[in-house]
């Protein structure tokens, strides 16, 4: 990549140059006015940093054990649907770079490759994302062949008993094109998902007829039946959900909202990452997403607590613009960045960076 290319900034300019509009609406797209997009990212500017000195930093280690997965970095790849709508090799091209840079690798229910295509290519620990569907056939079938591909937990999203309303996509009429499929389901599961009139969003009328509104706390006794894999849950935002969380045997929790693309409005996820971390047991990792965009987000998410934060756009700008090659760059700058930002801050291992790191933002002096 070009210099230039090397800030997030620049590598969204050039991913969203190489994308038509539909395909790139939907996805830097959030819901709504796209406040709760926006907070996402304007909250880390409320966190100033609290550098030490005077401390050895000959050597800073950004590995961790996640879930019971050795990684090389707390940055790991959040699930998102369809990556072929960007590059032709899709997930496959996404797991490889992922292997290569130590990251985890949450592949999406709605992911355009199988997986067991994923799960061949990945050199890393791979999770699977899943939403609450209505047809429990389908969830079980795709539990069963996750186990037997190696990956090594689900992520339940429990945000989205329907999808909020993404303007971007109801203006476009944008449906996803029939090149580009969920190769994991049903074809007749999909299929409204690539249906689109003007003024309706394909994706909204597929959540619609699929996605299972009625889910509650009790059913996760259903899928823990189902499956011996860890369960994380993504889009905890409260501390009364994250205790029902603890409540209910989920193994960790994702502080998420959707990155933007459900309730907008919703508070930022790095404004709810401290209440969360504090209402459960410190031994249940609390990973976090939306808004990251360097390392010095990283340090200050991991400050407040999170365990390891997963990132979603700055992957897909990767994947368009260089295939595996765009992601790992993308991957690898994250993980030198953090590097480079506990070093000057003073804190060498991730342990370092606790809350004392990190201060609100002082308010301006009138």
Known sequence: MPVGELTPAGIERAARAELPREIWDFVAGGSGEERTLAANREAFSHYALRPRTMVDVTTCDPTLTLLGSPLGTPVGIAPMAYHRLVDPEG???????AGRAGALFVAAMFASRTLEEIAEAATGPLWLQLYWLRERDALT?????????????LVLTVDAPRIGRRLRDLRNGFAIPPTVRAVNLDPALMSASHQAADGGSGI??????????????????WLRARTRLPIVLKGILTAEDARLAVEHGADAVLVSNHGGRQLD???????????VVDAVPATMPVLLDGGVRTGADLATALALGARAVLVGRPVFWGLATGGEAGVLSVLDQLRDELEHTMALLGRPRLADLDRTAVTPWPAARV
């Open 91 to 97: 997930e496959t091209a996404t797991a490889r770079a």
């Open 265 to 275: 409005g919703a508070i930022p996820a790095l404004a709810a990452l401290p209440e």
């Open 141 to 153: 079938a795709l539990v069963e062949r996750a186990e037997a591909s190696g990956f090594r937990a």
């Open 204 to 221: 909204a009328e597929h959540a619609r007829r699929q996605f299972d509104p009625s889910l509650t706390w009790a059913d996760l006794a």
